[in-house]
Nanobody
C-alpha cells in the first residue's frame, strides 16, 4: 500500500508563491510518474503537472505553464510543486498522486493514477 502525504498549502496574496511537497511511502517510488491535480469548489478535479519516474520529463496544464514547476527527489521519495505568480483562480485543494505508469505521456489524466493523497488547500487572495 502506498501512502501520499501533501504539505505546504496555505493562504497567499495574488502574485505570491507557495511550495507544495508530497512524501510517498514504498520502495519503488522511481518506477512511477507522479502528478499534481487540483479541485476547486463545485468543479471537477483537473490535471496540473506530471513528472516521469526518472524525472527526465515533465508536462504541465496550459493554465500553469511558465508559473509552476514540478520536481522530484527519488532518494527521498518526495515530489514538489513550486507555484509562482499565483492567481486567485489557482485557489483549490491540491492533490498529489502516483501514476500506474513511469512515463509522463501516459500520465496526463486522473484515470492513470491509482494512489492519491488527502489534499492540501491553496487559497490565493486578490
Amino acid at each position: 500500500q502506498v501512502q501520499l502525504v501533501e504539505s505546504g498549502g496555505g493562504l497567499v496574496q495574488a502574485g505570491g508563491s507557495l511550495r507544495l511537497s508530497c512524501a510517498a511511502s514504498g520502495r519503488t517510488f522511481s518506477s512511477y510518474a507522479m502528478g499534481w491535480f487540483r479541485q476547486a469548489p463545485g468543479k471537477e478535479r483537473d490535471f496540473v503537472a506530471a513528472i516521469s519516474g526518472s524525472a527526465g520529463s515533465t508536462y504541465y496544464a496550459d493554465s500553469v505553464k511558465g508559473r509552476f514547476t514540478i520536481s522530484r527527489d527519488n532518494a527521498k521519495n518526495t515530489v514538489t510543486l513550486q507555484m509562482n505568480s499565483l492567481k486567485p483562480e489557482d485557489t483549490a485543494v491540491y492533490y498529489c498522486a502516483r501514476s500506474r505508469f513511469m512515463a509522463v505521456i501516459n500520465s496526463r489524466t486522473a484515470t492513470a493514477y491509482d494512489y492519491w493523497g488527502q489534499g492540501t488547500q491553496v487559497t490565493v487572495s486578490s
